[in-house]
């Protein structure tokens, strides 16, 4: 047998018997396994017949009956080790070798044979016992070729797997474990070994397997690679554990916890519905509260002077100068009832929110029409009125009814700020051109508001007017109504100094 590639030197064994046999066979196993070439190239002994030269023929080394042919040049021997203990051979080698022929007697090399053959014992209870470690293990391991292919596996996975070693040794991973016929190439069955090599450091997966009975489980895939001197991987080492049980238990403890939030969310729900009921319910009794008081100021006062009217008619003739008190009386009712008509018109607007019906309608006539509505209103309040109103301002597509509504409100407020020493409302309109919308001004010289109320003025049922002039809803649905014709309200005021209400309102297309 000519080796492959040139060893360093290459021996020649003296010697056919069991001790000859013994290392040919140990040292070629050896070799063969690491891949290598045995530099064993010739065996010499008178017997053809003996253990030794019988496995070095069956191996197709050199065999010689006659040592002195090793000294041939061809041969290229350099050591010749001495397997029989007989001592002429030792000395006829001796004497005849060739210088540059190197010797090693029995004696010599059984001692070094036999220390490393203690070596060898203890290797290989070490290796008993890391099998015995390995095979005790619940985990899965595998060893696995760059080429994929499974050089070994432990019992747990024999097992559990239900092959047997013929089965599985020198098969391909992805034949054994997906039982497919060329490698994964991603999806579900991607290879973790790929990753592997491309990170160069170990990968951990979650992989589901089919075991042989059906049945699905999770397992928690470790892949570690082993490293050669030069920087490639010589193999890797395969690690499958069981996490089927873990992995049920985190579903379950998830399944608990949605429940769980499931259940908090449905009471947290049933809460809020009782605690809107609550709610509704105190400010139904509110809002009751505030309209039977509101109603029933005017209704009382109304009545009181219905009252004196009968009893003056009654009780003597009705002159002039009654004629006169009756003529102010009345004016008074008249004020109190469209205060009370004011009260309910708000309060069926916040309760019942009407459709808008839009139309194309003009803003100026629209706060034209306000004012002399609120004329009587303005005048018993001392109130001016001052209008700076754009020619040229152009058509609305709105809800002239909601809007004017809104307009009233604003008015009938300012000219309530003002009622006890009169004052001027001025009243003003423009086109803004970069932003296309039409903007409304209604500002007075009341008494303003403080800073920190300004915030609450469009909440309902909150009012800074006397005790019995309103309950607080006037804004609340002015606001309503500019937010639905997409629109915005802004109140600027300062104690002392006056309010400034700001409508803005985009103008919209109108049909012809």
Same mark, same amino acid.
């Given at each position: ?82 397997? @029989?203990?007989?001592?002429? &051979?030792? #000395?006829? %080698? =001796?004497?005849?070798? +060739?210088?540059?022929?190197? !010797? ?27 099998? @015995?470690?390995?095979?005790? &293990?619940? #985990?899965? %391991? =595998?060893?696995?070729? +760059?080429?994929?292919?499974? !050089? ?68 928690e895939v470790n892949n570690y690679p082993i490293w050669e001197k030069d920087g490639k991987i010589s193999k890797f080492i395969h690690i499958s554990r069981d996490i089927t049980q873990h ?266």
């Open positions: 047998m000519v080796p492959k590639d040139p060893s360093i030197i290459n021996i020649a064994l003296v010697g056919g018997g069991d001790f000859c046999r013994e290392i040919l066979e140990k040292t070629t196993a050896v070799y063969e396994q690491e891949e290598m070439y045995a530099p064993i190239l010739a065996v010499a002994d008178p017997d053809s017949n003996s253990p030794g030269m019988v496995l070095a023929d069956e191996y197709g080394l050199l065999t010689f009956q006659d040592c002195h042919q090793l000294y041939d040049r061809r041969y290229n021997i350099n050591l010749i080790i001495i397997l @029989t203990p007989k001592q002429e &051979i030792f #000395d006829d %080698i =001796l004497r005849t070798r +060739p210088r540059r022929i190197r !010797i090693l007697s029995y004696q010599v090399f059984r001692i070094f044979w036999e220390a490393i053959g203690q070596e060898e014992h203890k290797l290989r209870e070490r290796t008993d016992e890391m099998e @015995t470690i390995v095979n005790g &293990i619940q #985990d899965f %391991i =595998l060893v696995i070729t +760059p080429d994929l292919e499974i !050089i070994d596996a432990n019992e747990s996975f024999l097992s559990k797997m239900r092959y047997a070693r013929e089965d599985v040794i020198g098969k391909k991973c992805y034949q054994v474990y997906h039982k497919i016929d060329h490698p994964c190439n991603g999806g579900e069955t991607d290879c973790p070994l790929k990753e592997v090599v491309r990170n160069k450091r170990q990968v951990r997966k979650i992989q589901t397997r089919l075991m042989p009975d059906g049945q699905k489980r999770y397992y992995k049920k238990e985190e579903e379950e403890l998830t399944r608990r916890l949605e429940q769980m939030v499931e259940d908090r969310t449905r009471q947290l729900k049933e809460t809020h519905e009782k605690l809107l009921h609550q709610d509704k319910m105190s400010s139904l009794g509110k809002l009751s509260a505030s309209v039977v008081h509101e109603i029933n100021n005017p209704i009382a006062g109304i009545l009181n002077l219905i009252m004196l009217m009968k009893r003056i008619v009654s009780e003597e003739v009705v002159k002039q100068k009654e004629i006169d008190q009756f003529t102010q009386y009345l004016d008074l009712m008249e004020n109190e009832t469209r205060r009370t008509s004011r009260i309910v018109s708000n309060l069926l607007a916040f309760a019942r929110q009407s459709k808008m019906e839009p139309k194309r309608l003009s803003v100026n006539q629209l706060i034209e029409k306000t004012l002399f509505l609120n004329s009587n209103l303005l005048k018993i309040g001392g109130v001016k009125v001052a209008t700076k109103l754009d020619p040229n301002l152009p058509d609305l597509l709105g809800s002239e009814d909601q809007l004017q509504q809104v307009f009233m409100n604003l008015v009938s407020n300012a000219a309530e700020a003002m009622e006890s020493g009169g004052g001027r409302l001025t009243i003003e309109t423009k086109h803004l051109l970069r932003e296309d919308k039409l903007q409304i001004n209604f500002k007075d010289t009341g008494p303003g508001i403080p800073e920190e109320d300004i915030p609450k003025l469009f909440e309902p049922f909150f009012t800074t007017k006397k005790k019995g002039k309103g309950v607080g809803l006037g804004l609340s649905v002015a606001y309503g109504i500019i937010q639905e014709h997409d629109g915005s309200i802004y109140v600027k005021s300062k104690v002392e100094r006056g309010t400034t209400f700001q409508l803005k309102l985009p103008l919209k297309s109108v049909s012809t």
